[in-house]
């Protein structure tokens, strides 16, 4: 059982154009939402992360969008750029007393082509 | 600046072989983890370690054991190597408690089982 689900599995952008990454979780025991990177051959790293009381945070080019009450949220990458091709992953933090344990979403392989 | 090292890059084992892959943080990292990264799959955890002598499983144990006699190793064996372990292996660590969210993974080992 997947506890956060995310779409598309791909996606293939122009270079400039506007990618968009879409998560949706059940659980309401999460409490934080960070998204991560990962270029081939390399470890997934930290990109950009949101607590469910916020809506939006953004740095630079890159945007997560926060609906609590939908249980979603979503990476926005603005004038998106081929150094930006790589797989990306969503998360969620088991709250409570689970030790902080971090589930992922199935990841995205963006492509931007120049 | 190690970060996280994993150890072995690459390795193919027969069915039914053991092996043990080596992670160790020179971070001071009291939390670590260790996940599996199959196409369609996302991370998936498999067990962690939330300081020396203290381990739990995550959400595929099975075929795996872990133990944690230092803060700075956390090695996974696998007793007896199935085709189904065939994945690339990540090890993560990050400061303990809810602090953050924010893991730290080492480069993968990909293991292919025969």
């Known amino acids: 059982q997947q506890q956060v689900k995310q779409s598309p599995q791909s996606l293939i952008v122009q270079k400039g154009g506007i990618s968009i990454i879409n998560c949706a979780y059940e659980?309401?025991?999460?409490?934080?939402f960070p998204w991560y990177q990962q270029f081939p051959g390399k470890g997934p790293a930290l990109l950009i992360a949101?607590?469910?009381?916020?809506s939006e945070k953004k740095e630079g080019r890159f945007t997560i969008s926060f609906n609590k009450s939908a249980k979603q949220f979503s990476l926005h990458i603005m004038d998106s750029q081929p150094g930006d091709s790589a797989t990306y992953f969503c998360?969620?933090?088991?709250?409570?007393?689970?030790?902080?344990?971090?589930?992922f979403g199935q990841g995205t392989i963006l492509t931007v082509h120049p | 600046n190690a970060g996280v090292t994993q150890t072995p890059k690459f390795q193919v084992l027969k069915t039914g072989q053991s092996m043990t892959l080596q992670c160790a943080q020179d971070?001071?990292?009291?939390?670590m983890s260790w996940y599996r990264q199959d196409p369609g799959m996302g991370l998936r955890l498999i067990h962690y370690?939330?300081?020396?002598?203290?381990?739990d499983q995550g959400e595929v144990p099975n075929g795996y054991n872990v133990s944690r006699s230092t803060t700075e190793d956390f090695p996974l064996r696998l007793l007896s190597a199935a085709p189904s372990q065939t994945s690339v292996y990540f090890c993560?660590?990050?400061?303990?408690?809810?602090?953050?969210?924010?893991?730290?993974f080492g480069e993968g080992s990909r293991l292919t089982v025969l």
């Open positions: 971070m001071n990292h009291e939390y």
């Open positions: 993560a660590s990050r400061l303990g408690g809810h602090r953050t969210g924010e893991l730290f």
């Open positions: 659980n309401t025991a999460f409490d934080y």
């Open positions: 370690s939330v300081g020396a002598g203290i381990t």
């Open positions: 998360a969620a933090r088991w709250g409570g007393t689970s030790y902080g344990k971090l589930t």
């Open positions: 949101i607590r469910p009381d916020v």
